[in-house]
């Protein structure tokens, strides 16, 4: 199944705050960032750039893949992992509420964490042209049809590329890192969400021991019989895909594989790991209970 998410899925914008404007910052220090030697992304011309929205950081115009570990204390470490999938429209990447915060999270219940920081589609390179482009479109405007999910995984062969060596990556390192090579899974957000999809039906050698769909598509699509466990969150309220059929969760069940679904009353899009007053703030315990009912979360014999 050919798996772009193309203007059908805007940047992960958070219910809370969404006045605040885009302040450029200065490349954080990443030096524990792994390159993941996939190449230059084709046709990109701008530097990577970074800045801050919504109490968070993102980084854009990405055109070298990284992986950065955060490994769990020993004396607490399950041996499972985790590849970690910000999400950001596949022009942007929200790398701390989405990424290494969650990273952190999950280090902190004994899970090693990997945040990718996969390629994405070029944008402008001067920040007010990208605020411009990035803007969701008006109330009342013409509404672009709705892409198939299949439509839009077509044009993301790149950040696929990038997910498949992540997976590669840490189990070439596994005993490293102590971590068990049958048990790596993969958590993905909005965009994120959608690679992770795509890493578990299309990543071939990858092939996620669980996934974790975090506010991305959840329409109707093929699913095959050696599907992954799968953990779905998503509010009821999410301007883009909130108001769409439940489908995959009845085709993950159709396939009798597992699968886990909670929709929130509220949250919006891009909640991640911000503090809410909304239930939705609760996914991520959900999902480490849920892995630990899959056995995640105790040593292997």
Known sequence: MAIGLAAGCAMAVPALAQSDRMAPIATPAQPTAIDLKTGPMPGATASEAWHSQYGSVFARNVTSATLTPFLPDPAKATGAAVIVAPGGGFRTLS????????????????????????????????????????????????????????????????????????????????????????????????????????????????????????????????????????????????????GTDFGLIENWKAAKRPVEFHLYEQGGHGFGMYQKETTSTGWFDAFVDWIGMHGMLKPAA
């Open 95 to 242: 790398m701390e509420n989405e990424g290494w915060d969650v990273a952190k999270g999950l280090a902190a219940k004994g899970v090693a964490a990997f945040v990718l920081k996969y390629r994405l589609n070029p944008t402008p390179a001067e920040m007010a042209e990208f605020e411009r482009s990035s803007q969701m479109p008006p109330p009342g405007g013409a509404a672009r049809p709705r892409p198939s999910p299949q439509e839009r995984m077509a044009g993301i062969a790149p950040m696929l590329t990038d997910a498949r060596a992540a997976f590669a990556l840490v189990r070439q390192r596994a005993n490293e890192w102590k971590v068990d090579p049958d048990r790596i899974g993969m958590v993905g957000f909005s965009a994120g969400a959608m690679l992770t999809m795509a890493t578990a039906l299309n990543g071939q050698d990858a092939k996620p021991a669980f996934i974790g769909n975090i506010y991305g598509p959840v329409s109707a699509m093929e699913v095959p019989a050696d599907a992954p466990p799968m953990f779905v969150a998503l509010a009821a309220d999410d301007p883009l895909f909130g």
